[in-house]
């Protein structure tokens, strides 16, 4: 089936998109907060044209899954991911996570990708591990304040607040020069208003404050983290570069000037580097 959906432990409908052969490898793609599945479609397509099965999934409360009131957390999310990966049975296969799907990606190869023997290899583009939020132990961290204006710009006016994000930090269109897209801006809109306003005011929590060290230490495939040093929603330093240190089989790509959105708005050279990361 090309789409579908699976249920899960507790009741939770996830719907997915299954496109190519069922023969071919599978890259399985992990949309970032508070979008869908849709935000790979270029990347899908691209991998579809060079021979691959292509996967992905609406998070739960995102998309046309299920709003759930219950179980908005990296536990969760890697549960679901699991429950598709083994409703469609796939193996050897390459999972590919953008920011919140980063941390999706760690928690779900380290606890069920692994183990089950599914995973060949991880990408971690602009993605939130090990931890975002500023700590004892982590000082290079963002203020807990930055995260309660996400959540009250949200509960005060959520459409407002997701197009000041698309049009402004998420893909660097608030900076000098910047050639900013409508379509780009309005799609990002779309995807988050399609979601669940308390599945995302939730995932604010999962995404900054689920420290994942272990995760990204048992992650013993060949993992890539990938990201721009203009990125103003993950700060790089405190981001893909400890991934680095802390990944075992882990390979660090710093983009000089690309934004957090970077797989949309530089996918010609995003799309080649997972091309060769796959392949190689």
């Known amino acids: 089936m090309a789409s579908g959906f699976v249920e899960t432990q507790d009741g939770t409908q996830i719907f997915y998109k299954d496109w190519g052969p069922k023969d071919a490898q599978p890259i399985v793609f992990h949309h970032g907060w508070p979008l869908s599945a849709d935000d790979w479609d270029n990347q899908m397509l691209f991998f579809l044209a060079n021979g691959y099965r ?11 899954s299920t709003q759930v009131d219950t179980g908005n957390d990296m536990d969760h999310y890697a549960a679901d991911a699991s429950a598709v990966a083994e409703h469609l ?19 779900y190869v380290a606890r069920y990708g692994i183990p089950q023997n599914r995973v060949a290899k991880a990408v971690l583009i602009s993605s939130v591990p090990p931890l975002m939020l500023k700590t004892d132990s982590n000082p290079g961290g963002t203020p807990i304040s930055v995260f309660d204006g996400y959540r009250k710009a949200l509960a005060d006016n959520r459409a407002q607040f997701y197009l000041d994000v698309a049009s402004g930090p998420f893909y660097g269109f ?7 897209s409508q379509g780009v801006i309005e799609n990002w809109w779309r995807q988050g208003m399609m979601g669940g306003a308390l599945a995302h005011y ?38 893909s570069e400890l991934q680095a240190k802390l990944l075992p089989n882990g390979t660090l790509k710093i983009y000089p000037g690309f934004p957090h959105g970077m797989m949309t708005t530089h996918a010609d050279v995003i799309n080649a580097d997972l091309l060769a990361f796959v392949k190689g």
């Open 174 to 180: 608030n900076r000098p020069g910047a050639k900013a």
């Open 202 to 239: 939730e995932g604010i929590k999962a995404f900054s404050e689920t420290d994942q060290t272990e995760d990204l230490k048992a992650m013993t495939v060949p993992t890539l983290a990938m990201q721009g040093d203009d990125d103003q929603v993950v700060p790089y330093t405190d981001a």
């Open 54 to 64: 292509v996967v992905a999934h609406d998070r739960r409360g995102h998309g046309r």
């Open 89 to 107: 049975d796939l193996r050897n296969a390459v999972h590919i996570g953008h920011s919140t799907g980063g941390g999706e990606v760690a928690r």
